[in-house]
DNA sequence: CCACATACGGACTGGCACGTTTGTTTTTTA
DNA sequence: TAAAAAACAAACGTGCCAGTCCGTATGTGG
């Protein structure tokens, strides 16, 4: 058999798959252990022994993993700044609308709002979404530009679940937008690379 | 006594009230009869007296109720287009940034995608919340303007969750977007008669 | 005034999800 | 190779929630 830190790796792999899947599918509302078990193949017991505080220890880990993922895609580009990531993102969103990784991270998001313990175990990974994805400097009021293009980006990933979704109409309204907003120079270059690396990174849905 | 459909009507209004406000302060996950009864004052009892299907019943009259609220107070303005009224609800949500029936009925809406049962009897008042506020056709695409506001609009609604949430910079941030996107010229007219009906209904959250 | 319908309150119950415990297999290490 | 630790599996108990039922009170129509 594998070694152990294998099997670790892979059954908390699979938790975190299963448990994003169900996110993007059913919601926040539909996530329950037995749940992400079936899903992931694995055992309660399993889930249990990896995190034994359920989804307060799981959903961190899962944030953190989604946000690994996109953070390290960024960086294979070189250094960006803000408005440059949040471009990318939207021209990402724009041409691969099945590729939903922020739906998973926003339903942990605001479910925190309702769960006091889920807000504490998740503030620390979500800080980091800010500024590793974002761009936000802590302390700092975020810039309006910014703050626009990330409700832009959260908008159009919601629009997804509306009985009138329409990928090529979401992309040609995001086009609309794009055309007002000026994104810099550089990110039309950037822009092969980064579709590029998303497409070969296998998405989250199957 | 008062009469009999008064206090239904006031029971009902009670249990709607307190939906909304838990909907808006601690998301659907926190969701439970139990709640919705300790806040609205009422038993469990009465709510199933008058919602014998627990939320399959009362949530589409959530739904309607804000739907018909904000028509209505779209409709004391005169007839307005689409676009006329996402800019509308758009600096609306920058000038009171409290006024979230958006956020109940963003929460109901994604909790259906999980939830088939929910996404059978709240079909018909989504469909209407698309016509009726978004000025959506049923059959035709949506417009690339229209669907670009409305995500705007969803995502500004969310960004009231975030960490870094200020109501200021989100106010300078959709002045940035608006400043870029031209609204049409008779919105700035209808603006203050807007607002002003906005202030005056009694907001959903305290 | 009486029969009835409606509005409401509260209790009972079944099921499901979570937290916990215990047992078994596999890998590591001494 | 034997002991220990880790990875997993499966069952048990408990609490909460929703579905249901019944009792009561208050209006309503005849």
Redesign the interface.
């Known amino acids: 058999m594998a070694t152990q830190s294998e099997r670790s790796f892979l059954t908390q792999n699979r938790l975190i798959r299963a448990t994003v899947d169900i996110l993007v599918?059913?919601?926040?509302?539909?996530l329950g252990e037995q749940r992400i078990c079936m899903r992931a193949g694995v055992s309660r017991g399993a889930l249990r022994h990896h995190y034994p505080q359920g989804r307060y220890d799981l959903l961190p880990n899962v944030v953190e993993s989604l946000l690994d993922e996109e953070a390290s895609r960024m960086a294979s580009l070189g250094p960006l700044s803000a408005k440059e990531r949040l471009y990318l993102m939207l021209y990402g969103l724009m041409a691969m609308p099945k590729r939903q990784a922020s739906v998973a991270i926003?339903?942990i998001?605001?479910?925190a709002?309702?769960?006091a313990k889920l807000a504490r175990c998740t503030?620390a990974v979500?800080?980091d979404v800010?500024v590793r994805l974002f761009g936000?400097v802590p302390g700092q009021?975020?810039?309006?530009?910014?703050?626009?293009l990330?409700?832009?980006?959260?908008?159009?990933s919601?629009?997804r679940?509306?009985?009138?979704y329409?990928g090529e109409?979401?992309q040609?309204?995001?086009?609309?937008?794009m055309e007002?907003?000026?994104p810099p120079p550089k990110v039309s270059q950037l822009l092969p690379t980064w579709l590029e690396s998303a497409a070969r990174t296998e998405p989250a849905l199957a």
């Open positions: 599918e059913q919601g926040y509302a539909a926003l339903e998001w605001m479910a709002r309702g769960d503030q979500f800080d800010l936000h009021p975020a810039d309006p530009e910014e703050l626009a990330r409700c832009l980006l959260h908008g159009a919601l629009h679940f509306s009985s009138d329409d109409v979401l040609a309204s995001l086009r609309w937008a007002r907003l000026e």
